[in-house]
């Protein structure tokens, strides 16, 4: 037979954990309800306040010992809530930021690959650009580099992460996993939990999406050449198409940890190369080199802390600006792959 205290400590514990649970719960819906409520701040605020006191009230009848009634009440809400979240889907049509204003799209055809949508503007400030949307095509018979390149703008454990493929000649093509933000809209880590971006997937010349890091926005960017047999750069490169046409047929929203410029390369990777060992590195974008470097991804013939200083690449991007041979110079004093790390073999 159970005891009045036994009975009393059982609901007490059950109260404790049903209270946790209650401010998780309610600390959740809160920040969705902000990062996805009205448009107006007032209505948004006031809508928030309004959860939050409920949430409380509910917090205080749990407190007063009333845990089965307050426990089905605030249940009841939330699946309302969640009713609505899972209701709120992804979309190509919005009033989109100019730089990701179009999604790109291409075919393969043979060794030709065909790029709708390129972008490759001229940025002059952040508000002073001529746009330009570009259809390119590409021979995979001379692609002959990929290179891994980060760009910093505060903390070093996070970095925006694009990646760039070279073909003989010097063409450069680059893919960019963003967010595809509205107008007016800024970045948030915070908003990329709560459906506050749609993902995108931008091809841009390097004279564009890397110089606008390096001489327009101030960040701190670096190059590293990839070791990756031919045949796996041809599999990478059709694998970012597949991902841009996936976004056309089916838009996707970013989210800051699963969903992003890093986790979106590793799934592909793995795909391609098989399993890779996972790492915390790959949770912090700015360490991602790192974590290329353990892996073998790297030129091993010098120490990682050699290859970055190598690939310091933004003196030279604001040295070379405009020039035609941007993507030549930017990689001056970065030693060239050996011939058989470059192909893998």
Not at 76 to 83: S, T
Not at 138 to 160: C, N
Not at 210 to 220: A, F, K, L, P, Y
Not at 261 to 279: A, E, S
Request: charged share 20%.
């Amino acid at each position: 037979m159970i005891s009045p205290a036994g009975v009393q400590s059982g609901h007490s514990i059950l109260s404790v954990a049903a209270g946790l649970a209650l401010v998780v719960l309610g600390g959740w819906s809160a920040l969705a309800l902000w990062f996805q409520g009205p448009r107006s701040t007032g209505a948004r605020s006031l809508l928030v306040a309004l959860w939050l006191g409920f949430a409380l009230v509910t917090l205080g009848a749990i407190v007063r010992g009333h845990l089965l009634a307050a426990s089905i009440t605030f249940a009841a809400v939330f699946v309302l809530l969640l009713w609505w979240w899972h209701r709120l889907e992804p979309s190509n049509e919005r009033l989109w930021a100019d730089d990701v204003a179009r999604v790109g799209s291409g075919e393969v055809h043979g060794d030709t690959v065909t790029l709708r949508n390129v972008r490759n503007f001229d940025w002059r400030t952040l508000s002073d650009y001529a746009p330009r949307w570009e259809t390119r095509s590409y021979d995979l018979a001379k692609l002959e580099s990929l290179d891994l390149i980060t760009s910093y703008w505060g903390r070093r454990a996070i970095a925006h992460v694009l990646v760039s493929f070279g073909f003989s000649g010097g063409e450069q093509l680059v893919f960019s996993v963003e967010i595809r933000r509205q107008r007016q809209q800024k970045f948030s880590e915070l908003g990329g939990f709560f459906k506050r971006f749609e993902l995108s997937v931008v091809a841009a010349d390097e004279r564009d999406v890397i110089r606008v890091r390096t001489n327009i926005r101030g960040e701190d960017v670096y190059l590293y050449r990839l070791r990756l047999a031919r045949e796996d750069m041809r599999s990478l490169l059709i694998a970012y198409l597949e991902q841009m046409n996936n976004l056309v047929r089916t838009p996707r929203f970013y989210n800051t940890i699963t969903v992003n410029c890093t986790t979106l390369i590793y799934q592909m990777m793995q795909r391609i190369v098989g399993r890779l060992p996972y790492d915390y590195r790959l949770l912090f974008s700015g360490y991602l080199p790192e974590y290329v470097y353990k892996v073998g991804g790297l030129d091993r013939r010098y120490t990682f802390a050699q290859l970055r200083q190598f690939g310091h690449v933004t003196g030279r991007a604001r040295l070379a600006d405009r020039s035609a041979q941007f993507s030549r110079e930017i990689r001056q004093s970065i030693p060239a792959l050996e011939s058989a790390s470059a192909t893998g073999r």
